[in-house]
C-alpha cells in the first residue's frame, strides 16, 4: 500500500514521471502539511538536532516518487539536492545532506546513493530549515 503523498504547497504536484525519470518538487519537513522544525540551521547547534526534520524532508521526497511507479518497479536515486537555510558563517552543509543519503541508503541500499549538492540559502519556502529535491530513475 503506498504511502499517502505529501501535501503541496501551492499549485505543483509532488512528483512529475516522464518515462523512466522522475523529479520530485523540493520537499520540506512538514508532516500532514504542517513543519515539524522552523528557523535557520545554527553554527552552535548540534547537527544532530536536524536529523529528524531533514530525514523527513528526505522521506517526503522518495514518498512522492514512490507513489509514480507501478507494481514491478523500483527506484534508483540519479541525485540530490539539499538545500540548508543556513545561519551566515555556517559551514556543515555536507554533514545534513549526509543525513538523506543516509536515509535513502537505508530505503534503497546502494540504488540510494547518487550525486548530491548541498547549498545554503538566504530562506526556505515557511521558513523551513530544510528543502530536499530529488532526480531519479525507474528501474523495471
Not at 517526503?60 to 534508483?76: K, W
Amino acid at each position: 500500500m503506498k504511502k499517502e503523498n505529501p501535501i503541496p504547497q501551492g499549485k505543483y504536484i509532488p512528483a512529475k514521471r516522464i518515462g523512466d525519470m522522475i523529479y520530485t518538487a523540493g520537499m520540506t519537513p512538514r508532516d500532514k502539511g504542517v513543519l515539524i522544525k522552523t528557523g535557520k540551521v545554527m553554527i552552535n547547534d548540534p547537527i544532530e538536532d536536524y536529523k529528524e526534520c531533514v530525514t523527513l524532508a528526505a522521506s517526503n521526497a522518495l514518498t512522492a516518487a514512490e507513489n509514480t511507479i507501478n507494481d514491478g518497479e523500483s527506484l534508483e536515486v540519479l541525485s540530490i539536492y539539499v538545500f540548508v537555510n543556513a545561519e551566515r558563517g555556517f559551514t556543515k552543509h555536507a554533514k545534513i545532506g549526509d543525513f538523506v543519503s543516509d536515509y535513502l541508503y537505508e530505503n534503497l541500499k546502494e540504488r540510494g546513493i547518487a550525486s548530491r549538492a548541498a547549498v545554503g540559502v538566504e530562506s526556505l519556502p515557511g521558513d523551513a530549515p530544510v528543502e530536499v529535491q530529488l532526480v531519479l530513475a525507474v528501474v523495471k
